[in-house]
T-cell receptor
Framework: QKEVEQNSGPLSVPEGAIASLNCTYS??????FFWYRQYSGKSPELIMS????GDKEDGRFTAQLNKASQYVSLLIRDSQPSDSATYLC??????????????FGQGTILTVHP | EPEVTQTPSHQVTQMGQEVILRCVPI?????FYWYRQILGQKVEFLVS????????KSEIFDDQFSVERPDGSNFTLKIRSTKLEDSAMYFC????????????FGPGTRLTVT
């Protein structure tokens, strides 16, 4: 059973539109959730973190978390061609035997076309 | 802005050879990690390191792998006898703590085993 799932895409949106990226996770003990952006051939770049149910906004980005549904999403408003990248969802379990290990999804490829 | 650095950016080695990948984490961070990403696949956790010892490792991190913090700044990953399947991008990451602390990734080392 996969631990973190994302639609691989590609997701194509026009410039200026809202891009919606989704992620589900299997472990109910997960406590910390992160979105990373990865350009081709580059390393993951942290965009947002979210720990509590609800929405968290940072500029054009909004992360949404629903622990009951084991679902986390990322909305990108006013999408730009420079947002074209692979978006990685990463999940971390709570304390106990976990020392920070992040479990990543496969990533969703986003293409923003002019 | 402080960042994680890694050297070399690209390492080519022959099967059976030993390689050492080097990382300089962000200076005030206490937790260090190695991840790898095989081309076209998801980012996978290898090991976490805190207080000069391994705190968690994955099943990938077998006896062929070792980590070390030889001085106050460097963090290394050694692969004793490389295999073809070790070819991947290797990312070092660091964080202030575990819990909800965010992990910041270095640019990666592309390891090619021939």
């Amino acid at each position: 059973q996969k631990e973190v799932e994302q639609n691989s895409g590609p997701l194509s949106v026009p410039e200026g539109a809202i891009a919606s990226l989704n992620c589900t996770y299997s472990d109910r003990g997960s406590q910390s959730f992160f979105w990373y952006r990865q350009y081709s051939g580059k390393s993951p770049e942290l965009i947002m973190s979210i720990y509590s149910n609800g929405d968290k906004e940072d500029g054009r980005f909004t992360a949404q978390l629903n622990k009951a549904s084991q679902y986390v999403s990322l909305l990108i408003r006013d999408s730009q061609p420079s947002d074209s990248a692979t978006y990685l969802c990463a999940v971390r379990l709570a304390g106990g035997t976990s020392y920070g290990k992040l479990t990543f999804g496969q990533g969703t490829i986003l293409t923003v076309h002019p | 802005e402080p960042e994680v650095t890694q050297t070399p950016s690209h390492q080519v080695t022959q099967m059976g050879q030993e390689v050492i990948l080097r990382c300089v984490p962000i200076s005030n961070h206490l937790y260090f990690y190695w991840y790898r990403q095989i081309l076209g696949q998801k980012v996978e956790f290898l090991v976490s390191f805190y207080n000069n010892e391994i705190s968690e490792k994955s099943e990938i991190f077998d006896d062929q792998f070792s980590v070390e913090r030889p001085d106050g700044s460097n963090f290394t990953l050694k692969i004793r006898s490389t295999k073809l399947e070790d070819s991947a991008m290797y990312f070092c990451a660091s964080s202030l703590g575990t819990g909800g602390y965010e992990q910041y990734f270095g640019p990666g080392t592309r390891l090619t085993v021939t």
